[in-house]
């Protein structure tokens, strides 16, 4: 692999473990698409560095959780007109 690649798939999972970020937000933050921050972390990452790949995995897991929360309240916010 070769390693400017290798070097963004640890740079993304530090990111969002530090921010407590979303693939979006780091997807907009590193100017990738959402395909591309999946493929690093699930893909590269767990072959790169196993303890920063399960640290990521924490922060995605429960953002995909809390995800419909997150959609409701910007449902909510665009009709009430904020």
Known sequence: ?????SQRAVDL???????NATVR?????F??????VHKDLAERLR???RPLYAQA????E????ERHLRG???????YKGE
Do not use: C, F, P, W
């Open 72 to 78: 409701g309240e910007a449902t909510r916010k665009k």
């Open 13 to 19: 999972a530090q990111y969002i473990v530090e921010n």
């Open 57 to 60: 995995r924490v922060v995605l």
């Open 31 to 36: 100017g990738i698409s959402k395909s591309t």
């Open 47 to 49: 072959y790169i560095s």
């Open 25 to 29: 937000d780091a997807a907009k933050r």
């Open 1 to 5: 692999m070769r390693e400017d690649i």
């Open 62 to 65: 429960q953002n995909k959780a």
